[in-house]
Structure formats: structure tokens, C-alpha cells
């Protein structure tokens, strides 16, 4: 049974960077999936951030692409979400999850989530 | 970026309630899309993908269908556990995008 963990600071201050890391247990992280990060502010719904192939093609979300770095840990069968330049706006809920196999992504297994505050 | 309009942003039905949500997508993403469902505290859950195609043990009462730009997500008998909040995603695009939800309420 595949499952993912996220972990991480929950308290990021502001101008800092996020660090999170995804933990996949019950396959591997070199299969042909990709691997996603997705957040949500609360109260609000879900935004799409980014994922990330074994092979290490990466697709961002153009409003936090100058932001983000998603990279991945074959050996450690993680991977990584780096999230700079933080402000209240990041505020949320962070959820990794894989992504189907093919280069059209949609999410079949999910973590259960990080809360990530941004405050001093 | 491709946008997604759901409507309605809240129903309220009845147990054993038709319900029927719509996603319009702002170009046409074929049939690339998926639902999820959302309970409070919890991360959201595969529904369905490739428009129509029902997720591996997914009851029978929830349906998708369209393509092009129009969607919709269908329960056909309401059942308590339902109730949660809904959300389409295109994934024609390389730029991932959700729509903002739909949730669905007791009347």
C-alpha cells in the first residue's frame, strides 16, 4: 500500500524559506509517477504547486515558480518541496501526493498534510 | 493558466438527493480532468479521472462525464457520507489547476 508522509517546520518566519519532505513508503519514487505538492490556505481551496519526475523534469506553478525548487532523493525515497521568500500569504496546509504516470498528472495517493505557519 | 469555475459553490440536498455539480474550464482540456472529494481535516480523495473513469473503490452512486470545456460530477442517490466539499482539476495543462469547490451541505 503506498503512502506518503509529509514533514517539516510548522512555523516559518516571514522572508524565510520552507523546507518540507515527503516520505514514500510501499513503492518507489523511481517508478514513471510524478510527485506532487499541492497547499491549502484555510478556509480556502486547493492550489496546485508543483511536481517532479524521478528523471528530475520539474512543472511549476507560474504565480510561485520564481519561489519554488521541488527536487527529489532516490536514495533516501523522498522527495522535497523548497518554498522561499515566505509572507502570511503561505500560510496553509501542505499536501504531497503521487501523480499518475503519464505527463497528464492527477493525484491518486495523498499525504495527510503539514501545517505550515508563517509568523514571527 | 487555465481556469476552473465550479457552480454551485454550496448546495444543500437531502439524503437520497440527485446531485449534480458543474466545472467549466476556460479553453478546452479534452476530457483531462478529475474530481476529488474533501472532508474537513482531511486530505482530498480521488474520485475520478479522465473525466468518466470512477477510481478504484469509489461506490457506483458518483459519475463523471463531459469533455472540451464542460463537466459535471453527478451523485445519484446522496448519502450521508457525502456530504464534503468537491473540487475538479484539469490536467491538460502543465500548469495543474482546481477549481474553488463545491461544497455540498445538509439541507
Known amino acids: 500500500q503506498v503512502q506518503l508522509q509529509e514533514s517539516g517546520p510548522g512555523l516559518v518566519k516571514p522572508s524565510g524559506t520552507l523546507s518540507l519532505t515527503c516520505a514514500l513508503s510501499g513503492a518507489s519514487i523511481s517508478t514513471n509517477n510524478w510527485w506532487t505538492w499541492v497547499r491549502q490556505p484555510p478556509g480556502k481551496g486547493l492550489e496546485w504547486i508543483g511536481e517532479?519526475?524521478?528523471?528530475?523534469?520539474?512543472n511549476y506553478n507560474p504565480s510561485l515558480k520564481s519561489r519554488v525548487t521541488i527536487s527529489v532523493d532516490k536514495s533516501e525515497n523522498q522527495f522535497s518541496l523548497k518554498l522561499s521568500s515566505m509572507t502570511a500569504a503561505d500560510t496553509a496546509v501542505y499536501y504531497c501526493?503521487?501523480?499518475?504516470?503519464?505527463?497528464?498528472?492527477?493525484?491518486?495517493?495523498w499525504g495527510k498534510g503539514t501545517t505550515v505557519t508563517v509568523s514571527s | 493558466d487555465i481556469q476552473m469555475t465550479q457552480s454551485p459553490s454550496t448546495l444543500s440536498a437531502s439524503v437520497g438527493d440527485r446531485v449534480t455539480i458543474t466545472c467549466r474550464a476556460s479553453q478546452s482540456i479534452y476530457y483531462y480532468l478529475a474530481w476529488y472529494q474533501q472532508k474537513p481535516g482531511k486530505a482530498p480523495n480521488l474520485l475520478i479521472y479522465k473525466a468518466s473513469t470512477l477510481e478504484s473503490g469509489v461506490p457506483s452512486r458518483f459519475s463523471g462525464s463531459g469533455s472540451g470545456t464542460e463537466f459535471t460530477l453527478t451523485i445519484s442517490s446522496l448519502q450521508p457520507d457525502d456530504f464534503a466539499t468537491y473540487y475538479c482539476q484539469q490536467y491538460d495543462s502543465t500548469s495543474r489547476t482546481f477549481g474553488q469547490g463545491t461544497k455540498v451541505e445538509i439541507k
Open positions: 501526493a503521487r501523480g499518475s504516470s503519464s505527463s497528464k498528472v492527477y493525484m491518486d495517493v
Open positions: 517532479i519526475h524521478h528523471s528530475g523534469s520539474t
